[in-house]
């Protein structure tokens, strides 16, 4: 697999699961929605940290970087798009407001 095809794959699964996320906005509340889609994101991570490691004691040792690594990667990530719908207000809510 190429770079460009990583990064392909990248983007079509961060729109599939935004897509499975906006679907099902439309028969629950978007809180629970954004809520379930953490609790989610938190729990394959433990898994992915937790299935890298050798063996318990590996992990163990694993968990604060992955703590500060996911959480701060979390964080650029919210701040980029809050960034973005602030600049973006109007198209992405289609609204006359600023």
């Not at 460009?4 to 929605?33: H, Q």
Request: some cysteine.
């Amino acid at each position: 697999m190429t770079d460009k095809d990583d990064n392909d794959l990248y983007w079509d699964l961060v729109d599939e699961f935004i897509e499975r996320a906006n679907s099902r906005c439309e028969t629950a509340d978007p809180g629970m929605v954004s809520a379930a889609l953490l609790q989610a994101a938190a729990r394959f991570n433990a898994f992915v940290v937790a299935s890298s490691s050798v063996d318990r004691s590996e992990f163990t040792e694993e968990i604060e970087p992955s703590l500060r690594y996911l959480t701060n990667q979390y964080r650029d990530f919210l701040k980029e798009h809050l960034e973005d719908y602030r600049e973006n207000y109007k198209v992405y809510m289609r609204t006359e407001e600023s």
